[in-house]
């Protein structure tokens, strides 16, 4: 009787699991085909990113990290896809850039001794979110396996190295994640992007930014919550 009890009891658990997976979904069960092609299709013909980004690849980062866009309710889970690709959306003019356009500044932090810069080398934006900085290449390629100092150019090379870094920043490197999962807003997501813009640096990015968010949340049937802005 006790053996008999005891497998109706791991047959319970395991059903319990698999309702609680199901209730939840995967990234890709929000995150479809359609609606990604929905904001590559926002990217002219000629843009860089229209045949270099790839949602077999987004996907393939997503799964990379434990908790992304997985974490808390439904809705949670709907408010982070919607923030991250909102953010993606501006920083890359829907998908059509690869990197920064405006070349002139390295982005060298020449103070930062653990990450040093590389004679020659320029750490600019570059992938989905734009990863800046020697700062931000350095720990970037250790944690994924490439040499960010010496090799900052792979990011706009490699597609499913360069949807990496976008989500390593976004869980690893910022407070994004916590922020649309703690109930921060997602204000804070744009903050821990580029604060620069907040507090009227630059109303119109900000605007930007809040009305892809706005649309995203609509698609995916979510209310965006509070403290959409910064």
Not at 16 to 40: E, H, K, M, P
Not at 156 to 176: E, G, H, P, R
Request: hydrophobic share 35%; net charge negative; glycine share 12%.
């Amino acid at each position: 009787m006790a053996t008999f009890l005891r497998g109706i009891l791991i047959l319970w658990l395991a059903l319990a699991v698999y309702v609680v997976s199901v209730c939840r979904g995967d990234v890709g069960d929000i995150v479809t085909q359609d609606f990604f092609n929905g904001i590559l299709s926002g990217a002219d013909g000629s843009c860089a990113g229209k045949n270099f980004y790839t949602y077999d690849d987004f996907i393939n980062a997503a799964s990379a990290f434990s908790g992304f866009g997985t974490t808390g309710t439904s809705d949670d889970n709907k408010r982070e896809l919607a923030a991250f690709f909102a953010n993606v959306a501006h920083e890359t003019g829907s998908l059509c850039y690869i990197e920064e356009i405006d070349k002139s500044n390295s982005f060298c932090d020449s103070t930062n001794t653990q990450y040093p810069c590389v004679t020659g080398k320029q750490y600019y934006g570059r992938g989905p979110l734009q990863l800046t900085w020697n700062y931000n290449y350095g720990p970037a390629g250790n944690y994924l396996g490439f040499d960010g100092l010496n090799n900052p150019e792979i990011v706009a090379q490699d597609d499913s190295i360069s949807w990496k870094t976008a989500v390593w920043f976004w869980m690893l490197d910022s407070n994004c994640h916590s922020a649309i999962t703690s109930g921060q807003g997602f204000g804070a997501t744009i903050k821990a992007i580029n604060s620069g813009e907040c507090n009227g640096g630059s109303a119109d990015a900000v605007t930007d930014r809040v009305n892809y968010y706005n649309n995203y949340c609509s698609q995916f049937g979510v209310d965006p919550g509070s403290n959409v802005s910064c």
